[in-house]
C-alpha cells in the first residue's frame, strides 16, 4: 500500500502558516496516530490532516473561525474530510479520542508589545505556559483509556516538569540555538503513575 503524504497546505490571513514546530509535530502524528483523533487548536489543519491520512476519524478544532475555514479548504485540497468545530480549548468538544493533537502557543507574553495575524497565535500568556496548562488539565476526559496525547513544548517552557506529571516520552526533539523544541506522548494508562 503506497504511503499518502500532505500535499500543499495553503497559508491564511490571520491562520499560523506551518513552521518547524508544525513539522516537528507532524512527523509524530504521522508515526503515532491512530483511531479516532483530535486536532485540538488545528490552524491550517496540517496536524488534523496528517492525522486522516494515516487513516483516523479526525475533529479539527479551534477558537477561530477563520483557522477552521482554513484547515477545512486545506483538508479537501489534502482529499480529507473530518469534522469541523468551533470551540475555545474543550469547551465545545464532546467524546473522547484514541489521539488528541496540539500545538499549543508557548512563547511568553510580552505585555509591551502585541502581536498581530497570525503571530498573535504563538502567545502563551505570561509564562507562556497559559493554554499548555489549560490543556493539562483537560485532556484526560476526552482520552480513551489506552490512547495518546501528543503535545508540542518548548524548553523555555519546561516540558520537564510535564513529563515527570504525565508519564510522558519525548517522541520529537528539535534544537535552536535559542531553544529546544519537544513533542511528548503522554499514553493514558488507566488512572494510575501521575494520571
Known amino acids: 500500500m ?8 495553503n497559508a491564511c490571513a490571520g491562520v499560523y ?14 508515526k503515532y496516530a491512530a ?22 476519524n479526525v475533529t ?3 477558537i477561530n473561525q477563520r483557522a477552521l475555514d482554513c484547515a477545512k479548504a486545506n483538508a479537501a485540497a489534502n482529499g480529507v474530510s473530518g469534522d469541523f468545530v468551533r470551540s475555545d480549548m474543550f469547551g465545545s468538544i464532546h467524546g473522547s479520542f484514541d489521539t488528541i493533537i496540539f500545538n499549543p ?13 497570525d503571530d498573535a497565535s504563538l502567545e502563551g500568556g505570561a509564562s507562556g505556559r497559559e493554554l499548555i496548562d489549560r490543556f493539562l488539565g483537560g485532556y484526560r476526559k476526552h482520552l480513551n483509556f489506552g490512547g495518546i ?5 518548548s524548553s523555555m517552557n519546561g516540558y520537564e516538569r510535564d513529563m515527570a506529571a ?3 516520552t519525548i517522541v520529537g526533539r528539535k534544537k535552536f540555538f535559542f531553544e529546544e523544541l519537544v513533542v511528548i506522548k503522554i499514553q493514558d494508562n488507566g488512572g494510575i503513575d501521575g494520571f
Open 2 to 9: 503506497e504511503e499518502r503524504r500532505i500535499g500543499a497546505i
Open 149 to 153: 496525547a501528543l503535545l508540542l513544548e
Open 60 to 62: 479539527f478544532s479551534d
Open 105 to 117: 502557543p508557548y512563547l511568553i507574553s510580552d505585555s509591551e508589545t502585541e502581536l498581530a495575524g
Open 166 to 168: 504525565h508519564g510522558a
Open 17 to 30: 502558516e506551518p513552521r518547524e514546530d508544525s513539522f516537528l509535530l507532524e512527523e509524530a502524528v504521522e
Open 35 to 56: 483511531g479516532k483523533a483530535l486536532d485540538l487548536g488545528t490552524g491550517s489543519g496540517i496536524q488534523g490532516i496528517a492525522a486522516a491520512l494515516n487513516g483516523c
